[in-house]
């Protein structure tokens, strides 16, 4: 299934096996898609956040049970009761929670800044892990983390100028977000390792799922808005690309190298700022860019420290 090193396919990343590249690939491209697809459905105006949400963890947490259920059966078996306890508690705080404020703030803001914003994910669970640690932080780090902060500022700049505009709320809700998500991907890598990384997950996000279920069919909201095949279709390729994701990521970083998998870390965010662009209609504008770029060097530095 795998291609040796230096064969034909993986050229472009000498010694890296392609059919995991290959799942990587995959996950980047789903990954870069989920955005802009929430977005459209938004803008549709047939669903709310806690609606969206909903239905996109039920559907991951389907995919990644299954998935867990197939490929760590052994890591599942033994699953204790604390670990099981601390895995929902994360799962309701670090995931239910977070991606209900994230949909939230999409809803408010456009696509491109929710995917510029969350890309600082990446430079803040570096820096909490360091102070989780109580150690120093190198220069190099400190720098990616003021470019990434500074190239944040700049994507958002205009926004800045709105302070009574909605869309500067939506911001600083998918900011909040990332923070969270950040947090959490540090307060779970220890319980993850050593219970596999799909049975957390599939703990996670099926305990975040159930509550939010629970807690729709008790606290019913508006009516309900009847939404059409095509808004439908995109809540369940959602639901599915969010679960794929974890799935395709987790398969190929089991033997895609740190440094073959920062060489195509960077094409998600790329990509999913254009497909707003092309799709949703979003203005690419000169500070956007702008800040992309400094976002991107500064989480490459902070990587690289």
């Not at 309701?92 to 600082?120: C, D, E, F, K």
């Amino acid at each position: 299934m795998e291609t040796p090193p230096g064969t034909a396919g993986s050229k472009d990343l000498p010694g890296q096996p392609v059919v995991p590249l290959l799942c990587l690939l995959a996950a980047i491209i789903l990954l870069s898609t989920v955005a802009p697809a929430m977005k459209l459905v938004f803008l549709q105006g047939q669903i709310t956040p806690f609606g969206m949400v909903t239905a996109k963890l039920t559907a991951a947490a389907i995919i990644l049970v299954a998935a867990a259920l197939f490929l760590e059966e052994r890591e599942l078996q033994l699953l204790n009761r604390a670990d099981l306890v601390r895995l929902c508690l994360l799962g309701l705080l670090g995931v239910g929670l977070p991606h209900a404020i994230a949909a939230w703030g999409l809803q408010l803001t456009t696509a491109t800044h929710y995917i510029l914003i969350t890309t600082l994910a990446a430079s803040f669970t570096s820096l909490f892990g360091l102070l989780h640690k109580n150690e120093k932080i190198v220069p190099m780090m400190l720098l990616g983390l003021l470019v990434s902060f500074a190239g944040g500022l700049i994507a958002v700049s205009e926004n800045l100028q709105q302070s009574a505009s909605n869309l500067l709320f939506g911001d600083a809700l998918v900011f909040l977000f990332m923070i969270l998500m950040s947090a959490q991907l540090l307060l779970h890598s220890a319980t993850a390792k050593r219970c596999g990384i799909l049975t957390a997950n599939s703990v996670m996000f099926g305990s975040s799922a159930l509550a939010l279920l629970t807690v729709g069919m008790l606290w019913p909201g508006p009516a309900r808005v009847r939404l059409s095949v095509v808004s439908l279709a995109w809540l369940m390729y959602i639901g599915i690309a969010t679960g794929a994701v974890f799935l395709l990521r987790h398969l190929a970083l089991r033997s895609v190298a740190p440094a073959g998998a920062g060489a195509l870390q960077y094409l998600a965010p790329v990509s999913a700022v254009l497909l707003a662009s092309v799709f949703l209609g979003e203005a690419l504008e000169l500070h956007t860019v702008v800040g992309g770029v400094l976002i991107l060097s500064g989480v490459e530095l902070v990587r690289r420290a």
